[in-house]
């Protein structure tokens, strides 16, 4: 609660810097106090609390994946500083806007009432189609923006809908509430239809089959450093937010007593399979490389949805992987925003000849997809080799090796982009050595391989 | 002092090369190549005392992942294989400028690292580690220092990138899958678990794929040829001398004894596969024009008399295999060196445009011909050894395997002797062949020294490896 607090405060002090003129002292200012947001998220773990009439809901789930989030918030305000350069008049709303919008991600994680739950995602989402359409003189920043206000509000419109037949079934916004009385014996029909509709909302969210299609064209059209933040922090919170449902409102039991819990399991893996084919096989042929991490986010998408059918479990596994993810996809845009600061496309020829005027960023960029890719010692590796192992053990050796299937075509894109760098002559010359987009991509992929070396760190957290 | 020494020392070299500059990075690797040989030697002494020198440390609690490495005779005579290969391929190089030579040496420092790593793994996620972690840095080596056109180069490379990924990820699974059984991926609780005939052949054909691409046996050797051709000569040598073995060694580690029933159930496919190869990759090196290539053929061929003489599934089998493991690594390197040595003054790699070597430079010449005799396994040489000792097993399980795997010495000194005649007989060649210097002499001398000495006397290694080999036998007719 107190980190929720403390990050709506930082996000008005942000817009007040603007009136007291301290642009420049924006980013490290933020950062400063995003550090110490994290501090105090750190001091809340481990208690069990609910503030408000159990509006919000503190565990140790919240906590950790509030952290993570902070995390890659610190990154990406990180890189706004270079990116917004030429618009130094408006820094201190872009950045205001990120921190609101971290503030509406740690509600998602810590509702415990549907009202609070639903209340995040529009923070989250008003301020991404925001953030979507910020490039204002640029069409196709417009184009992403509108389109993803048109998709995003038809998904929370979906959502709403669910909460209320959800309330509908069980006369409660609550969720311990609905978490008991999920297990009575009678349960009205309008709860399983309301439990679709918020899953389609939620799918929607986190860009997975069939709920894709917006993804490619927002990723692409929006300014590189929302893609970033889409990609990375929005996916996470969204595929978080899902899981927190599922669990929280004791979606599975629930489901086992009215004998329906096999038709959401047969749902769950044919979403996941489809998520992970149709990610890679689309992502093989992209030349745009926003698009191609876009395409490449959708599978991963599919990769992290096999958690919800080990939900007692997998909560460690999911928080494992999705750092793993974020940080490398962190690492990765800090990369392609250097590379194309000064490019009006994000194609791979951008990337031509890196490996050779830019020795220490093209491996960084080789680290982070070789970590997406999932080779070890990366972190990458171990997320699916613990998703696997989960997987397997809860019986679905067919999904897993319809996964080991679609990691191997995941190679062929990835390194699609080393070859690029490492193996082209150089079209264009690289100057100037940013340093917050230097410390950001390194620090991201060290905590990274970090994450790989000692996974017990981040896997325990939630036992 | 424990095996996990060389493994620092591996990696701290790598880094160490990697921060000393263009200009003394060839040195710096060498130096820590030849400490890691040192250690290995000192360890082996260490072993034959009778010393502990395994390590096992818990390093995940859940799943169970352990640091485990256990040196037992098997493991440390591949690991010697690697630590003196190493040296000797760094040497070689010292006739060639590479571009940005510090991250090329970086990187074959610690290529050897992973390799000698995957060889003393006693954990099964830890010997996955360091078998992928290999693969990077030669993917890299070929990539970056290769020959020939960018966009042939390019396809190759990845094509073998994607096919040993591949395969490896299907072990992955089955790595996965048997822990399940076992609760732990410590070596010898997986030899424990007991799996019914049904699981034990996808558990084996798993493993399978990725041995089977990494060797390469017929028919997943498309990938060979053109990489062995595209890759910088030092790349080949580390990818046919070392990294194939590793495929070779953790057949004999990993699939025998964990899948024992399917083992011998299947025995007639796999080792017919690999006399496959053995016909295939002699008449295949027949026909080639290509110095490299035709080399690459020919190492196909040998590897696939080691790969069924492991499938016999006999102790002489598995010896021999060994044994002409260690020999194949220094005869395959001594050879591409030969090789590099033609292409460093003719710039070609093409037989037809050499010749008349001979005249030009007879110490060249002698030391050619023992390596390709060495090949044929010609008796003296540790070839011999090794080869003679397969076919016998062979013949133990099937006459005709014998004969048919008996090829590979009578093709193989068809085209080897035949490639001497073009490349070093005949007129005296228009352009000028200096002979070798000292640098490269004392490459070849190593070389042929292990080769001949072993050939007279292989009890050392025998003794080494035998003990490990009846314990690994021991597990597969357990049951």
């Known amino acids: 609660m107190n980190t929720l607090i403390a990050i709506t405060g930082l996000g008005i002090f942000c817009l007040l810097f603007e009136i007291l003129n301290l642009r420049k002292a924006i980013v490290p200012i933020t950062i400063l106090g995003l550090l110490g947001v994290l501090a105090l998220n750190y001091c809340e773990f481990g208690a069990e609390q609910s503030y408000y009439n159990n509006m919000i809901a503190v565990s140790k789930f919240s906590t950790a994946f509030s952290s993570l989030f902070i995390v890659l918030t610190i990154f990406l305000v990180a890189l706004s500083h270079n990116f917004y350069q030429n618009h130094p008049s408006k820094i201190s709303d872009y950045v205001a806007i990120k921190v609101f919008l971290l503030a509406g991600a740690v509600a998602m994680v810590s509702f415990g009432n549907l009202a609070m739950f639903f209340l995040g995602i529009e923070i989250l989402s008003i301020a991404l189609y925001v953030l979507a359409a910020s490039d204002r003189l640029n069409i196709k920043s417009n184009e992403a923006g509108m389109k993803y206000f048109l998709m995003g509000s038809f998904a929370s419109g979906i959502i709403l809908f669910g909460i209320c037949l959800i309330y509908g079934a069980m006369g409660s916004f609550d969720i311990s509430e609905i978490h008991e009385s999920a297990l009575s014996a009678e349960l009205p029909i309008w709860f399983p239809i309301g439990l679709i509709l918020m899953i389609i909302g939620m799918l929607f969210k986190v860009a997975a089959v069939p709920f894709h299609f917006w993804a490619p064209d927002v990723y692409e059209g929006s300014p590189a450093l929302t893609t970033a933040l889409m990609s990375t922090l929005a996916k996470v919170v969204a595929i978080a937010t899902l899981f927190k449902l599922i669990a929280g409102m004791n979606v599975i039991s629930s489901l086992e007593n009215q004998d329906l819990l096999h038709t959401f399991q047969v749902i769950v893996v044919i979403i996941s399979i489809a998520s992970m084919s149709v990610g890679n096989i689309m992502a093989l042929r992209q030349v745009n490389v926003k698009r191609m991490l876009a395409f490449s986010g959708i599978s991963h998408a599919g990769f992290m949805l096999m958690t919800l059918l080990t939900v007692s479990a997998s909560a460690g596994v999911l928080l494992y992987y999705t750092a793993a993810y974020a940080l490398a996809g962190i690492a990765a845009f800090s990369v392609i925003l250097y590379v194309c600061r000064d490019q009006d496309n994000e194609d791979i020829t951008n990337f031509h000849g890196l490996g050779k005027t830019n020795p220490l960023l093209a491996a960084v960029l080789t680290a982070s997809l070789l970590s997406m890719a999932g080779i070890p010692i990366f972190s990458g590796f171990f997320a699916k080799l613990f998703l696997f192992n989960q997987t397997i053990q809860a019986g679905y050796i067919g999904l897993v090796i319809v996964a080991v299937i679609n990691s191997i075509i995941s190679v062929g894109y990835y390194f699609k982009l080393i070859i690029a760098m490492y193996s082209k002559e150089a079209n264009q010359e690289r100057t100037g050595r940013p340093f917050l987009i230097y410390a950001t991509a390194v620090v991201s992929i060290v905590l990274n391989i970090a994450l790989g070396l000692f996974p017990s760190l981040v896997l325990d957290l939630l036992k | ?479």
């Open chain 2, 1 to 479: 002092m424990n095996v996990s020494t060389i493994l620092i020392i591996l990696l701290i070299g790598a880094f160490a090369t990697y921060f000393s500059g263009d200009k003394l990075a060839s040195k710096v690797a060498l130096l820590f190549s030849l400490a890691a040989l040192g250690c290995s030697i000192v360890l082996l002494n260490n072993y034959n005392a009778g010393e502990n020198i395994s390590v096992i440390n818990s390093w995940i609690t859940q799943p169970k992942i352990s640091f485990a490495l256990n040196a037992d005779g098997l493991g440390l005579a591949m690991v010697l294989l690697t630590a003196a290969l190493t040296p000797i391929i760094i040497f070689s190089s010292f006739g060639n400028d590479y571009k940005n030579a510090k991250a090329f040496y970086g990187l074959i420092l610690f290529m050897a690292f992973a390799m000698t790593g995957t060889f003393l793994a006693a954990d099964g996620l830890l010997y996955y580690i360091f078998w992928e972690l290999a693969l990077i840095p030669i993917y890299f080596i070929a990539l970056i220092w290769g020959n020939g056109d960018a966009e042939e180069r390019r396809k190759a490379v990845v094509k073998f990138f994607i096919y040993t990924l591949a395969g490896s990820l299907f072990m992955l699974t089955a790595f996965i899958y048997l822990y399940q059984k076992a609760g732990s991926f410590l070596i010898e609780d997986l030899y424990k678990v007991n799996l019914s005939a049904c699981e034990q052949f996808w558990i084996f054909l798993a493993f399978f794929l990725a041995y089977a691409i990494k060797i390469p046996i017929i028919p997943f050797h498309t990938w060979q040829a053109n990489v062995y051709q595209k890759a910088p000569t030092v790349g080949t040598m580390l990818l046919s001398g070392i990294m194939l073995k590793m495929g070779l060694y953790s057949v004999l580690r990993w699939q025998l004894p964990l899948a024992p029933i399917a083992a011998k159930e299947y025995i007639y496919i796999f080792i017919a596969l690999g006399i496959a190869g053995v016909i295939y990759g002699s008449i295949v090196a027949l026909r080639q024009k290509d110095l490299k290539k035709l080399l690459a053929y020919s190492s196909l061929a040998h590897v696939g008399l080691i790969a069924a003489g492991s499938y016999t599934l006999t102790l002489d089998g598995l010896r021999g295999a060994v044994m002409q493991m260690i020999a194949h690594g220094f005869v395959v390197v001594g050879l591409f060196f030969a090789a590099e040595v033609i292409f460093r003054r003719y710039e070609t790699r093409e037989i037809e445009e050499m010749g008349g070597i001979r005249t030009q430079s007879p110490k060249f010449t002698s030391m050619f011909l023992i390596l390709v005799l060495a090949s044929v396994a010609l008796p003296s040489t540790f070839n011999f050894v090794g080869e003679f000792t397969v076919l016998y097993s062979l013949s133990q399980i099937n006459i005709w395997f014998a004969i048919l795997g008996g090829t590979t010495i009578i093709l193989g000194a068809y085209y080897m002797l035949r490639m001497f005649q073009h490349v070093m007989l005949g007129e005296t060649n228009s352009k000028t062949f200096a002979d070798v210097t000292l640098n490269e002499g004392i490459s070849f001398v190593v070389i042929i020294a292990v080769l001949l000495f072993f050939g007279f006397y292989p009890k050392p290694i025998t003794d080494l490896i035998t003990p490990s080999l009846e314990n690994i036998l021991q597990v597969i007719n357990k049951n």
